[in-house]
């Protein structure tokens, strides 16, 4: 069984950092995708950023780049979110999720093609 732990949400001040966690137990996979949706109230969930974990090539949201950055450790089987310069406009639940992925060229973006989900950690930015 897999299970994915997520940790590192809160309360902070517009232009401040968070950084999020994301560890992964239970069954390994030869080779994923690791990434993190967030969903606000009334929306929709959307992809933020994701990484390819065999190549480390990253992917991210127009309106995070530049201000988020994804990277994982094999080792740990954990993957991280550093958010710097947040915004209120990034207030959300923040889900990690991985899907089993071989192509080494581009990573999943839509959440019907992940396969585990944490339970999600709420980021609010305050103004």
């Known amino acids: 069984q897999v299970q994915l732990v997520e940790s590192g949400g809160g309360l902070v001040q517009a232009g401040g950092s968070l950084r999020l966690s994301c560890a992964v137990s239970?069954?390994?996979?030869?080779?994923?995708?690791g990434a993190w949706f967030r969903q606000a109230p009334g929306k929709e969930r959307e992809l933020v950023a994701a990484?390819?974990?065999?190549?480390?090539?990253?992917y991210y949201a127009d309106s995070v780049k530049g201000r988020f950055t994804i990277s994982r450790d094999n080792a740990k089987n954990t993957v991280y979110l550093q958010m710097n310069s947040l915004k209120p406009e990034d207030t959300a639940v923040y889900h990690c999720?991985?899907?089993?992925?071989?192509?080494?060229?581009?990573?999943?973006?839509?959440?019907?093609?992940?396969?585990?989900w944490g339970q999600g950690t709420q980021v609010t930015v305050s103004s």
């Open positions: 239970g069954r390994t996979f030869s080779t994923y995708a």
């Open positions: 999720a991985f899907a089993i992925w071989y192509n080494p060229t581009n990573v999943p973006k839509d959440p019907p093609q992940y396969d585990y």
């Open positions: 990484i390819n974990w065999r190549t480390g090539n990253p």
